[in-house]
C-alpha cells in the first residue's frame, strides 16, 4: 500500500480485484467542483437524483399491492391505505416526492439557463436534461390516472382531448393513450404500462447519459465568473462537496416527511364514467400554466381553433428550450448574452403567474 492511500476492510479488497473500486475512487478524488457565488445551484442535479431513488423506491412498495384495472385500482389504493401498515405514507412520500422531483427539474433547468451552462461543449448535457424534464412529466401524466378517482379520471380525458387536438397526429395519439375513443380500463392499463416499465426504463439510460455527460465535462463555470478571469477556487469532489450533497438530500428528505405526514394524499371518490365531472377538474400544478394559458385563448384566432393555435405554441415553446443552445450564438462565442438571459426570466415569471391565475380562477367556482 502506498503511503497516504487510506485503509480498506476485506471486503472492499474483495471487491476491488474484481471490478476495480480502486480507481474509482481515485477518479472521485481527483473530481473538483468550482467554487464561486453560484455553486449552490450545483446541488439541485443530485437533490433532483435523490428524489427520482426515493419515487422508485417507494413506487415498488406501492406495486406489491397495487392492481391496475378499473374494477380494483381504487379497492386497491384503499386497502394499501387503510389496512397496510404505513401504506398511506408510502403513497404521500411518492405522491410529494413526485412534486418535489419536477419542481427541483424545473429550478435546475432554469438554473443552468440563467448561467448559461449550456454553451460548448455541454449541449449534449442540455438536450438530455430537456428530456428527463419531458420524461418527468410523463410520469405525471401517467401516475395521476392510477389511482382511478373521479379528479384522475375526468383530468385525464381534459388532458387526452387535448392531446387529439394536436393537428395532425393528434387523433391517433390519443387513441393510442386511451387504447380507444374514451378514457376506460383499457386507458388505466395502457398508463400502468407506460408508468412502471417504458418511462423508468428510457429515464434509466437518459439518467446515465446525463451523468456520464456531465461527469466527462466537468461543472460549468459561468461566463461572468470567468471573464473576470484569475485562478478558479475548487473544492474536493470527495469528500468536501458529497457531504454538502448529502446535507441537502436529507433536508430534502426532512421536507418530504414533513409533507407527506401533515398533508398526506388523499383519494376521494371512485372515478364513475357515467357521472358529470366534478367541480373544480384542473390538473396537477406543473400542467397548470398550459391549461390556464388555453383558457385565456379565443375559441378561433385567424380562422384556426384557439385551442389549435396554443398547442402549437407550446410546441414551438419546448423545441426553442430544446434548441437554447444552438441558438444562443453570442454565449457559445463567450460574449455576454442578456436577451437569453431576459428571455428565460420572462418564461419563468410568466410561468408562476399563470399557474397562480389558474389556482385562483379555481378558487372562485
Known amino acids: 500500500m502506498e503511503a497516504g492511500e487510506p485503509r480498506h476492510g476485506r471486503l472492499w479488497i474483495w ?11 481515485k477518479l472521485a478524488r481527483k473530481k473538483e467542483i468550482p467554487v464561486h457565488r453560484h455553486s449552490i445551484w450545483y446541488y439541485l442535479g443530485g437533490m433532483t437524483l435523490f428524489l427520482f431513488i426515493i419515487q422508485v423506491s417507494t413506487g415498488i412498495l406501492l406495486l406489491l399491492y397495487y392492481r391496475p384495472s378499473a374494477e380494483e385500482a381504487f379497492e386497491s389504493i384503499q386497502f394499501l391505505m387503510a389496512e397496510v401498515q404505513f401504506g398511506w405514507l408510502i403513497r404521500s412520500i411518492h405522491a410529494w416526492a413526485a412534486n418535489l422531483m419536477i419542481l427541483t427539474l424545473f429550478v435546475h433547468l432554469f438554473s443552468v439557463w440563467l448561467l448559461k451552462a449550456y454553451r460548448p461543449p455541454r449541449e449534449l448535457t442540455w438536450f438530455s436534461g430537456m428530456a428527463l424534464l419531458g420524461l418527468a412529466l410523463g410520469f405525471g401524466f401517467t401516475g395521476y390516472l392510477l389511482p382511478w378517482n373521479e379528479l384522475a379520471y375526468f383530468a385525464t380525458k381534459v388532458g387526452t382531448e387535448i392531446t387529439s387536438a394536436v393537428p395532425g397526429i393528434g387523433g391517433f395519439a390519443g387513441r393510442l393513450l386511451r387504447g380507444g375513443d374514451e378514457v376506460t380500463g383499457a386507458t388505466l392499463t395502457r398508463f400502468y404500462g407506460i408508468h412502471v416499465a417504458i418511462l423508468p426504463a428510457t429515464a434509466v439510460a437518459l439518467l446515465g447519459l446525463h451523468l456520464y455527460l456531465v461527469q466527462r465535462h466537468g461543472m460549468s463555470v459561468p461566463p461572468g465568473v470567468e471573464r473576470k478571469g484569475g485562478a478558479a477556487r475548487v473544492m474536493p469532489f470527495v469528500p468536501n462537496f458529497l457531504l454538502r450533497d448529502i446535507v441537502g438530500w436529507l433536508s430534502a428528505l426532512a ?10 394524499a388523499e383519494l376521494g371518490r371512485k372515478a364513475d364514467p357515467f357521472l358529470p365531472a366534478p367541480a373544480g377538474i384542473k390538473p396537477e400544478w406543473y400542467f397548470m400554466f398550459m391549461f390556464q394559458t388555453l383558457k385565456y385563448l379565443p375559441s378561433h384566432i385567424l380562422g384556426i ?15 426553442f428550450l430544446l434548441l437554447v443552445p444552438i ?32 389556482y385562483m380562477a379555481s378558487a372562485t367556482r
Open 327 to 358: 441558438l444562443d450564438r453570442r454565449t457559445a462565442r463567450g460574449q455576454p448574452s442578456r436577451l437569453f438571459t431576459w428571455i428565460g426570466i420572462a418564461i419563468i415569471l410568466y410561468m408562476v403567474l399563470v399557474t397562480i391565475l389558474g
Open 255 to 264: 421536507i418530504l416527511t414533513v409533507l407527506a405526514a401533515y398533508f398526506p
Open 305 to 319: 381553433e384557439g385551442e389549435v393555435v396554443g398547442i402549437l405554441g407550446f410546441g414551438l415553446g419546448g423545441l
Open 15 to 25: 471487491l476491488d480485484q474484481r471490478i476495480g473500486l480502486k480507481d474509482l475512487e
